[in-house]
Structures are given as C-alpha cells and as structure tokens.
C-alpha cells in the first residue's frame, strides 16, 4: 500500500509572451531630408506584479543617422527610450504566496521596422516580444512505498592475512582422530 506525501517546492505557475509594435517620435535640431539608417541597443527591462497584472519598465537606446541641407550633410542623434508595459499572465495554479518571482526575457529583440521624416523630427515603429514567467511557491504529490526493503547481506573482506591465519590454525588431523 502506498501512501502520498506533500512537497512544496518553486515552479513555474504562469508563463505568457506578447509581441508590441510602438511608434515614437524623436525630435532633431534640424529638419531631416532622409532616414538614413536607425539601431536600437542597450535593452534593459525588468518586471514585477501590480495589481495582479505584470508590470514591464525598461529602456533601449535608439541611434538615428539622417540626412538633412537638401541631403548634403548627415547627423547621428542619440535617444533613450523609456517604456512601461502591462501584462495579463494566466496563472495555471494558483499560489498561496504572495511572494512570486516575474522573470522577463527579451524573445525577440527591439527593432526599428520603420522610420520616416515628420516636420522637424522623425517618426519610428519599434517591435519587441516579451516572455514572463511567474514563478511561485507550489506543492507536489509522490507516492510513497510503505514497505520496508530488505537488507542486503555485506560479505565479510577476505585478505591474505585473514586466510593465513585459518590454515594456521586449522587441524588437518581432526577428523582422523575422532574415527578411531
């Protein structure tokens, strides 16, 4: 017969990813002519729980090159992005802690997929894909075998000392000795 126990133990309790597609404006001192090329880098996030949802706070940033003067010079503007975004995980079970663990990762990096020029600044759509885990305080049942395993019998070490000693000490005569 087999009884169970109880194992509390940390485990993923909800898990969740969502793709964002954003659009920023960054202002420039002179008004651009052509997008030349956009970078995004430096991507730093890290999330918790408000209010039952997930909260994401996290920064990358953005390097513009643009051309401006009727395309005859270019400019390199540099610009730190910041971006809060909410969540609603599923949670498969449900924890009694309050204490749980959100861990985020970047599945798909930040990425300018357009740039445009907009009077004297220039209009960017970012992408990104966030995964978050919510890792909690859980229990698991395991069967457990009441019945005792048998013992296994551990032989005795023979060494040449322990063999030298018995044909010492052994009387080959015995036997004779008793038939007469």
């Not at 010079?73 to 599923?90: D, G, L, P, Q, R």
Request: hydrophobic share 30%; with cysteine; proline share 2%.
């Amino acid at each position: 017969m087999s009884a169970y126990k109880e194992i509390v133990t940390k485990a993923v309790v909800g898990k969740g990813k969502k793709y964002y597609r954003n659009t920023y404006t960054i202002n420039t001192d002179t008004k651009p002519n052509t997008v030349l090329g956009c970078w995004v880098i430096n991507h730093k996030f890290s999330g918790k729980e408000v209010n039952g949802k997930i909260e994401v706070n996290g920064s990358f940033d953005v390097n513009l090159w643009y051309s401006y003067d009727n395309d005859t010079k270019t400019s390199v503007i540099t610009k730190n992005i910041s971006y809060k975004e909410v969540a609603m995980v599923s949670q498969k079970e449900t924890t009694d802690s309050s204490a749980k663990d959100i861990i985020v990762r970047s599945l798909k990096q930040p990425n300018c997929v357009s740039a445009k020029e907009n009077d004297n600044g220039i209009e960017i759509e970012i992408e990104k894909e966030l995964g978050i885990e919510i890792v909690g305080d859980t229990k698991v049942k395991i069967a457990i075998e009441e019945d005792e395993e048998p013992w296994d019998e551990i032989p005795e070490e023979v060494t040449d000392e322990v063999l030298g000693e018995i044909d010492d000490n052994v009387d080959s005569e015995y036997l004779k000795e008793e038939e007469n």
